[in-house]
């Protein structure tokens, strides 16, 4: 059914090698970056209040995930508390 | 005239009257950002619809199909109420711990009787005779409500109350959080609590854990402790309880930047065995044959730990990464390192991509054995052969496109590839595919 | 200028240009982009934004909450988040002009046609007005107003440039730079042009409509607004009356400039300095002057 001749392994490792680099050159550019702290007023937060901004912006697909790794691994949990069990085989 | 005869007041003094415009000015704009208010409706109630279909698929292994529905809705005021349906239908075959022989194609072909005699059969065999999976079909549907309410205007709760079912197991619970914002709402501070009460009910009843569910008839000798001739007794339901508590603290970073780190610790307590997983026993002066099956083990407390870190950061007006990492641990000896990055490309004001990796790894559980030597003069207090308390790695790659319709709709699609390698067992490389599909609507 | 029919869109020296009429002015969003996609959705983004608040505040409709406002007959009327943050505002305008900026001196215009003609009216008429005008009579505790009978308010005065500085707001997150929103003259630009340069903004001549430049502005990042009409005015025994009314006497403000313009940070506050000025009659350009804020003052 999958046939996939790309070995996703390297593909996963190389992906977050990468992304790394980028958040770690982010937080170096000489405007100050991803984590440079600054004041933020409250009419300074238009950005932030996009939905795209927020901690959990696509609940249905962040529970689908939770769900299936939780069923696949033997860590969860970590976002928060609430929502049901399964028995999940 | 009369103009002239009026005083005119003056302005009170005068260079504060800009620095009170822009004040004032900043408090219209910065307030007319909330939701509501940009709707067309003076009415500020808003409600939500959230549907999502998913198709979940493992090579050769389990198939579920997924309905989720979310309504939620604004009662004004903060004051919000939202109601989670879910429904499950799942198919196909789990590894039940038994080992693989190395020439599988023989595997099905040891003869084994059932010592038990229950409708839990193990010789109800997987696809192709392979003995290792146990076919099985279930439904769950679960319902979850909650209600989040402001207490004072920096102080938020929710409570949240949960039921799920299955043919055999069923979860009910309940969740308090409070919200607490601070420093402007730049910092917000969040606890919770949940309980679950959970209940597994095989139709057989739930097994002696390390009891012997088969003898291999053929094999020339059984161990010592090995008494083929009695018959394993069954139990009622098993339950068990599950405590969770996070504390977490959410930093606005700056205008494009947040932040959040949780910890959380959490207690399982009761029967955390699964009912449907054997552990074989293997004669290793018979090139390792299986010479019995017991049922698993597990030990009756679990002490869960995590620490989450998220950021949430627009690189520019077109790039939002989501970048987290948790740390997990327990005292079953699981140690595990997950890092999830997300990537948003929005190519058109109503358009975006999102790529996704994920990457996962775990240690195995401290009483993990993929076998039992027959050897052993005294089986291990607790004992498991499930792949998913050995050590293992999962990958996970993914691309969503997601579309807003119009002011109050959206649409997303996404497909994702996962592939889990386990170290001990000789399960062949898990290789899933998830399809969803997902729609909001806003009235 | 094209009517209410459907936006148009224009390439016009190198620039990406969409027109709409919207709140009696002609509407103008300018994008340095050469994606024409991206053009067209903001401009809709803008259209949509500037149609939106002109028909929830405009004082003409009779659909709307000013209208509800305006015809409750000393009712008290619960007013949504929006219109409350506005009139929240308007309060505050109220109180930093000494009184003089005030949303319900609309009434005054019953006797006060600035047609240029000779009609000014009696002192008595004036002052039987008086009763119905002054935002301190009106209650208002944020969300509930309560006015009295015959009074009416107009938030005429801050929103085109509310307008302006929303369609902002809305269109930041699309693009980062090289937008210039215009309606009717009231400005904002959304950083500098792709190549870096300012937008060059001429300041128009009333009295000599596009004819005619009093000065020109250049602006990377900010707001433009403009206060004044030189066209309305009413002259009698030599005295000219400029359009300005105070309403605490129902007068003509005396020796206000005809046209004032300011370069502030929001339109909204360009807007706001200007009015002001103007209220300050000659002491205008002294007042801007003492406000550290870049003016032209005609």
Redesign the interface.
């Given at each position: 059914?999958?046939k996939?001749k790309i070995n996703?392994?390297t593909?996963?490792?190389y992906?977050?090698l990468f992304?790394f680099l980028?958040?770690s050159g982010?937080s170096t550019l000489k405007t100050?970056g991803?984590?440079?702290?600054?004041?933020?007023?409250?009419?300074?937060?238009?950005?932030?209040?996009?939905e795209?901004?927020?901690?959990n912006?696509?609940?249905?697909?962040n529970?689908?995930d939770q769900?299936?790794?939780y069923s696949?691994?033997?860590?969860?949990?970590?976002?928060?508390?609430?929502?049901?069990?399964?028995?999940c085989? | 005239m009369q103009l002239k005869d009026k005083k005119l007041k003056s302005y009170p003094s005068k260079p504060s009257v800009r620095s009170a415009l822009i004040m004032a000015t900043?408090?219209v704009?910065?307030g007319s950002?909330?939701p509501a208010s940009a709707e067309e409706e003076d009415d500020s109630t808003l409600s939500r619809i959230?549907l999502?279909t998913?198709y979940?698929?493992e090579?050769?292994r389990?198939s579920v199909n997924?309905t989720?529905v979310?309504v939620e809705n604004d009662l004004g005021d903060e004051e919000f109420v939202r109601a989670?349906f879910i429904y499950d239908t799942?198919t196909g075959a789990?590894p039940n711990g038994r080992i693989i022989p190395a020439d599988q194609g023989s595997g099905g072909s040891i003869p084994f009787t059932s010592a038990s005699g229950f409708t839990l059969n193990v010789n109800d065999v997987g696809s192709a005779g392979q003995k290792w999976l146990t076919e099985?079909t279930?439904k769950?549907a679960?319902i979850?409500l909650?209600w989040e309410k402001p207490i004072t205007r920096t102080l938020r709760r929710i409570f949240?109350g949960?039921?799920?079912s299955?043919n055999?197991?069923t979860?009910?619970?309940g969740?308090a959080?409070m919200v607490w914002d601070l420093n402007?709402?730049?910092t917000t501070v969040?606890g919770?609590?949940?309980v679950?009460k959970?209940t597994?009910s095989p139709d057989s009843g739930t097994p002696l854990e390390l009891a012997i569910a088969n003898c291999n008839d053929t094999a020339p000798a059984l161990p010592v402790w090995a008494n083929c001739n009695i018959t394993s007794p069954r139990f009622g339901n098993g339950h068990k309880r599950?405590f969770?508590?996070?504390i977490?603290v959410?930093q606005?970073?700056?205008?494009?930047?947040?932040?959040?780190l949780?910890y959380?610790h959490?207690v399982s307590l009761g029967y955390l065995t699964?009912p449907?997983k054997l552990i074989s026993v293997v004669d290793n002066n018979l090139d390792g044959e299986e010479v019995l099956i017991l049922y698993e083990k597990r030990p009756d407390r679990r002490a869960?730990n995590?620490?989450?870190w998220?950021?949430?950061?627009?690189?520019s007006p077109k790039k939002?990464?989501?970048?987290s990492y948790?740390y997990?641990w327990?005292d079953?000896g699981?140690k595990?390192h997950?890092?999830d990055?997300k990537?948003?490309y929005?190519y058109a004001p109503k358009s975006?991509l999102q790529p996704h990796?994920?990457?996962?790894t775990?240690s195995s559980?401290d009483f993990f054995h993929n076998a039992i030597d027959a050897a052993v003069n005294e089986l291990p207090r607790y004992a498991s052969a499930d792949y998913?308390?050995d050590k293992?790695?999962?990958?996970?790659?993914g691309l969503?496109y997601g579309k807003e319709l119009g002011k109050s709709g959206a649409f997303?699609m996404?497909a994702e590839?996962?592939?889990?390698?386990y170290n001990a067992v000789s399960l062949p490389d898990?290789?899933?595919?998830?399809y969803?599909g997902?729609f909001s609507f806003k009235f | 200028m094209k009517g209410a029919g459907p936006v148009g869109l224009e390439r016009q020296n190198g620039l990406w240009v969409g027109r709409f009429t919207a709140m009696a002015s002609p509407c103008e969003l300018l994008v340095d982009t050469p994606d024409r996609t991206l053009a067209s959705s903001l401009l809709s983004i803008a259209e949509h934004e500037a149609k939106r608040i002109e028909q929830k505040f405009s004082r003409y409709r009779d659909d709307n909450i000013i209208f509800k406002i305006n015809n409750a007959c000393g009712k008290s009327v619960a007013v949504d988040e929006e219109t409350a943050l506005l009139l929240d505002y308007a309060d505050q305008c109220y109180q930093l002009s000494g009184g003089r900026f005030d949303i319900t001196s609309g009434v005054l215009r019953e006797v006060w046609r600035f047609d240029a003609s000779a009609n000014v009216p009696s002192s008595d008429a004036v002052t039987a007005l008086l009763s119905r005008v002054g935002w301190s009579r009106v209650k208002w505790h944020s969300a509930v107003l309560t006015m009295q009978r015959g009074m009416e308010i107009d938030l005429g005065g801050v929103g085109k440039e509310y307008a302006v500085d929303r369609t902002a707001?809305l269109l930041?997150?699309h693009i980062s730079s090289g937008v210039l929103i215009n309606f009717g003259g009231d400005l904002c630009a959304l950083g500098p042009r792709i190549d870096g340069s300012a937008w060059e903004i001429a300041i128009d001549d009333p009295e000599n409509s596009g004819k005619n430049q009093l000065g020109q502005v250049s602006l990377k990042t900010g707001a433009v607004a403009t206060s004044g009409d030189a066209r309305r005015y009413l002259l009698k025994d030599g005295v000219r009356y400029g359009h300005i009314l105070d309403p605490r006497t129902g007068w003509p403000i005396p020796y206000a400039p005809r046209s004032v313009t300011t370069i502030a940070s929001t339109c909204m506050e360009a807007g706001m300095l200007s009015t002001f000025a103007m209220l300050e009659g000659a002491g205008a350009e002294a007042f801007l002057k003492q406000q550290e804020v870049e003016f032209l003052c005609f």
């Open positions: 059914m999958i996939s996703i392994k593909l996963v490792h992906s977050l992304s980028l958040l982010c100050g991803m984590f440079a702290k600054e004041t933020v007023e409250p009419w300074h937060k238009e950005l932030l209040a996009e795209r901004m927020q901690l912006p696509y609940p249905l697909e529970s689908a769900k299936i790794y696949r691994e033997s860590a969860n949990g970590g976002q928060g508390i609430g929502g049901g069990g399964c028995g085989n | 900043c408090t704009l910065s950002l909330s959230d999502s998913l979940y698929s090579e050769d389990v997924t989720h979310v989670n799942i789990s099985f279930d769950r679960a979850d909650s949240e949960n039921f799920s299955e055999d197991f979860s009910y619970g969740a959080t402007q709402r730049n969040t919770g609590l949940s679950l959970e597994v599950v969770d508590g996070v977490g959410t606005v970073i700056n205008k494009r930047t947040i932040t959040q949780n959380s959490g699964d449907y869960r995590s620490l989450y998220k950021t949430v950061s627009q690189l939002v990464v989501d970048f948790r997990f327990d079953w699981i595990s997950t890092i990055y990537y948003r929005d975006y990796i994920r990457y996962n775990q559980a998913r308390l293992l790695q999962t990958y996970s790659i969503k997303a996404r590839y996962i592939v889990q390698n898990m290789k899933a595919l998830v969803q997902t | 707001l930041r997150p």
